[in-house]
């Protein structure tokens, strides 16, 4: 018998697999010209957490957005060119004294890309999916955020229709400080409603 390769014994990896499928299809011209390109520029540099800090900013100096981004997510961030897959149908949801919103997707890990960024790998985990749904305070609280007991926790499980962003209520204490600065104090974490914006710029 024939030796075997590693990867003749043990199967190809997924990165393997990925390649092979993609000469195929670029062999038989299904792939245009720079469409993995923009693929990745796309992930590694247009979809980040950013954009929703500057829409969440935004909106905390300006009523006027702020109204247009909680009756019409899809256009308030189709203002800043913040469009794609995965950010077709964006519902902001906004916190109050009385109500902490936070953002799941039980199925899978479905977010907003154009607007949260690549979810992070702790969303995709299945305990966090599961244990946010039946017991989200609990949850919050064991990743530091430990809610007022008056305080509702109310989850939206993302679906294929809609993506979600959260709207924290503004710190206290900054109000001297200008839209960039603001923008320092929300990070992917608060965007998902797990997390709640500090009142200090991050350096």
């Known amino acids: 018998m024939k030796d075997q390769t590693p990867s003749q014994s043990q199967g190809s990896s997924p ?4 390649w092979a499928l993609f000469n195929v299809l670029k062999g038989k011209n299904l792939i ?15 979809f980040d957490p950013a954009n929703g800090a500057k829409l969440v900013a935004r909106a ?18 189709e203002e800043y060119g913040y469009t794609g897959p995965q950010g077709e149908y964006i519902v902001a949801l906004e916190d109050t004294a009385e109500v902490k919103n936070v953002i799941v997707c039980s199925l ?3 977010t907003n890309w154009p607007v949260l960024g690549l979810p992070p790998e702790w969303y995709k985990g299945f305990e966090f999916r599961a244990r946010l749904v039946r017991e989200g305070r609990t ?17 939206w499980d993302t679906t294929a229709e809609t993506r979600y962003l959260v709207l924290p209520q503004r710190p206290e204490g900054t109000e001297n400080l200008t839209q960039e600065q ?8 608060v965007l998902i ?7 200090t710029p991050a350096r």
């Open 15 to 18: 990165g393997e697999r990925a």
């Open 32 to 46: 245009p010209e720079g469409y993995i390109e923009t693929l990745t520029d796309m992930f590694a540099n247009k």
């Open 60 to 77: 905390w100096v300006d009523p006027e957005f702020k109204k247009r981004l909680l009756t019409n997510g899809t256009a308030a961030c």
């Open 108 to 110: 899978c890990s479905c």
């Open 139 to 155: 949850v919050l609280k064991e990743l530091g955020t430990d809610l007022p007991s008056g305080t509702m926790v109310k989850v």
């Open 182 to 189: 603001l923008e320092k104090l929300i990070t992917k974490d």
């Open 193 to 199: 409603g797990v997390a709640l914006p500090t009142s």
